[in-house]
């Protein structure tokens, strides 16, 4: 694959002269992840000359760094478990001779050569729908439908700009890492190491997912969690079923309420790693604990340092651009803050929601927005999966936040349950841990969120979201049919129950 050379507006498309006037382009999109390329394919769907700067880094964080090879590590340790797993598969009646064995680097390489893959996906569809791809960093120049090629210093101009740079991992002040013995999902998605005890820093998406190829793999982990509770972000009643299922049943333990405050790395075989513990609130030292490895999983922070935001007049708060609900970028965050003509910001770079779909979403919704046709995402409907064993599925609020938003806005909220204990299909697959809940609006009928874990969750929870996106009651959902027998009838338990019948 070799890009495109840039094509001037004329020469790209059929649309007519006034759509983007003295202009190079319609669109530029300055990021190339699943936010930019997302943007860019709507963008040609609606004719309008675009081209992206993809900082050689075409599918970014999600494609390159995040969700492609992190599933396919989990895909390959999730078998290993599989395969271990000697008294689950006797129930099946199967028997594995011998010892369970893989191979590292093979691991490893599943996950490069998806990722290579899904990026060479990426590039095609770009250079088929004719946009055109510059490689360097793209910088606002501080002046109206102008960005600039870093490297080149060529400015190029557009009508509309879209900001989609995307985020890196943020590593707190004390912690040294090396990539090596202490590091972040950059480094640990290329497993150059199984280490036998891993201290895993945060205990959200990605510390979870890695607990879980790590424990398959071999690995004993340890999760260092500031907060008081482990699992923090998710559902409380999820987060303690998921401690059953994902920690206790694991060799995990955990310390909660502490900071890690100071992360030396070790030498392999030769010198341990240091973590230096504080309490949470009282910054006193608690412990120290020396591992073979730590990852540091707290969090991400924005890309967008050096992209010429203060020349243009954005002001930034930790590094995230303000936006309003059409993805316009705004002077600054709060009160007073002004619409930047033209310019809009996508993905994990605006704060909004750090998933790929959301800004794939924001991306199209932008789009929709620099056509004339206002559009705003609907966020509360954007569902979220964290890719372990049983997977955890949510849309919407955590049922602590909808008691919040049900008394703040003056409704009932209506809680009802689907269990995989008694599903078929879950049974089938001696699958049978884990449960669906449905928060609904008691007046309205309303889905307002659905948590789940269990077997399949990610898929399972599409149907919420779409319930939510379009309003459906809990009702209309208990009269429709689900296929027998399936997971899906878990929920299916949970939106009768909602409604007093009976799923059997
Ligand atoms: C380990 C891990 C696992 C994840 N798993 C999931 C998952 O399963 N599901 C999910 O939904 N989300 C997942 N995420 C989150 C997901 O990866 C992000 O939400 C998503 O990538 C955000 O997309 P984006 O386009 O905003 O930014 P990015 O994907 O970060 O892309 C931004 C791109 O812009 C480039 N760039 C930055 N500045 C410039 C510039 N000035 N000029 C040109 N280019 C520039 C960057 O190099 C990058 O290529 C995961 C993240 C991680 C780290
Ligand atoms: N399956 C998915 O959709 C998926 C997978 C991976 C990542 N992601 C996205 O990537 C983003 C980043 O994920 P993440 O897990 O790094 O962040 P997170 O915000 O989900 O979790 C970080 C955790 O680290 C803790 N923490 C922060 N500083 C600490 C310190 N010094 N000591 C101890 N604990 C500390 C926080 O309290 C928090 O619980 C998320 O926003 C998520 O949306 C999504």
């Given at each position: 694959?070799?890009?495109?050379?840039?094509?001037?507006?004329?020469?790209?498309?059929?649309?007519?002269?006034?759509?983007?006037?003295?202009?190079?382009?319609?669109?530029?999109?300055?990021?190339?992840?699943?936010?930019?390329?997302?943007?860019?394919?709507?963008?040609?769907?609606?004719?309008?000359?675009?081209?992206?700067?993809?900082?050689?880094?075409?599918?970014?964080?999600?494609?390159?760094?995040?969700?492609?090879?992190?599933?396919?590590?989990?895909?390959?340790?999730?078998?290993?478990?599989?395969?271990?797993?000697?008294?689950?598969?006797?129930?099946?009646?199967?028997t594995v001779e011998g010892e369970v064995k893989y191979d590292r680097e093979g691991v490893a390489n599943h996950a490069k050569q998806l990722a290579n893959r899904v990026k060479g996906n990426l590039e095609g569809s770009l250079v088929a729908l004719g946009v055109d791809i510059v490689d360097g960093r793209g910088v606002l120049t501080g002046k109206p439908h102008e960005v600039k090629?870093?490297?080149?210093?060529?400015?190029?101009?557009?009508?509309?700009?879209?900001?989609?740079?995307?985020?890196?991992?943020?590593?707190?002040?004390?912690?040294?890492?090396?990539?090596?013995?202490?590091?972040?999902?950059?480094?640990?998605?290329?497993?150059?190491?199984?280490?036998?005890?891993?201290?895993?820093?945060?205990?959200?998406?990605?510390?979870?997912?890695?607990?879980?190829?790590?424990?398959?793999?071999?690995?004993?982990?340890?999760?260092?969690?500031?907060?008081?509770?482990?699992?923090?972000t998710f559902?409380?009643?999820?987060?303690?079923?998921?401690?059953?299922?994902?920690?206790?049943?694991?060799?995990?333990?955990?310390?909660?309420?502490?900071?890690?405050?100071?992360?030396?790395?070790?030498?392999?075989?030769?010198?341990?790693?240091?973590?230096?513990?504080i309490d949470a609130k009282t910054k006193e030292h608690v412990e120290t604990l020396e591992v073979d490895a730590a990852m540091v999983a707290t969090g991400r922070v924005p890309n967008t340092a050096k992209m010429g935001l203060e020349e243009t007049g954005i002001e930034t708060q930790r590094g995230f651009i303000a936006v309003d609900e059409k993805m316009r970028v705004l002077t600054k965050h709060g009160d007073g803050g002004e619409v930047v003509p033209n310019v809009y910001c996508i993905g994990d770079a605006n704060g909004k929601m750090m998933l790929a779909h959301a800004a794939s979403a924001q991306g199209i919704s932008a789009i929709e927005n620099i056509c004339g046709r206002e559009h705003e995402v609907n966020h509360d409907a954007i569902p979220a999966a964290c890719f372990t064993h049983p997977e955890i599925a949510m849309v919407g609020p955590t049922e602590e936040q909808a008691i919040e938003r049900a008394a703040?806005?003056?409704?009932?909220?209506?809680?009802?349950?689907?269990?995989?204990?008694?599903?078929?299909?879950?049974?089938?697959?001696?699958?049978?841990?884990?449960?669906?809940?449905?928060?609904?609006?008691?007046?309205?009928?309303?889905?307002?969120?659905?948590?789940?874990?269990?077997i399949h969750a990610a898929d399972l929870i599409q149907e919420c979201a779409n319930a939510v996106a379009a309003g459906t009651t809990v009702q209309e959902l208990s009269m429709m049919v689900h296929t027998h027998p399936t997971l899906c009838e878990v929920l299916d338990e949970a939106f009768k129950g909602a409604v007093g019948m009976s799923a059997h």
């Open positions: 694959f070799a890009p495109t050379p840039l094509l001037r507006t004329t020469t790209t498309t059929s649309l007519d002269a006034s759509k983007c006037g003295n202009y190079d382009f319609d669109v530029i999109i300055v990021g190339c992840g699943v936010g930019g390329h997302g943007a860019a394919l709507h963008s040609r769907a609606q004719e309008l000359t675009t081209a992206v700067f993809s900082g050689k880094d075409v599918g970014g964080t999600c494609v390159n760094r995040g969700c492609v090879p992190s599933k396919a590590l989990l895909a390959a340790s999730g078998r290993v478990r599989e395969m271990q797993a000697s008294s689950h598969l006797k129930e099946f009646g199967i090629d870093e490297s080149s210093g060529k400015v190029w101009t557009a009508k509309d700009i879209i900001l989609a740079p995307g985020s890196i991992p943020f590593v707190p002040p004390g912690v040294t890492v090396d990539e090596q013995t202490v590091y972040t999902s950059d480094g640990a998605l290329e497993l150059k190491s199984v280490p036998e005890w891993v201290a895993i820093i945060g205990s959200g998406y990605i510390g979870l997912e890695f607990s879980d190829v790590y424990t398959a793999l071999g690995s004993e982990v340890t999760f260092i969690e500031a907060l008081p509770n482990i699992m923090p559902d409380r009643e999820i987060a303690k079923q998921a401690e059953r299922l994902l920690i206790r049943e694991r060799p995990i333990d955990y310390r909660t309420g502490v900071f890690a405050s100071e992360v030396t790395p070790g030498i392999p075989g030769v010198k341990p790693v240091t973590i230096k513990m703040k806005e003056g409704w009932t909220l209506g809680k009802s349950q689907g269990s995989f204990r008694a599903n078929s299909k879950a049974l089938a697959e001696l699958e049978g841990n884990g449960m669906a809940k449905v928060l609904y609006n008691k007046e309205t009928g309303k889905v307002v969120a659905v948590h789940i874990i269990g």
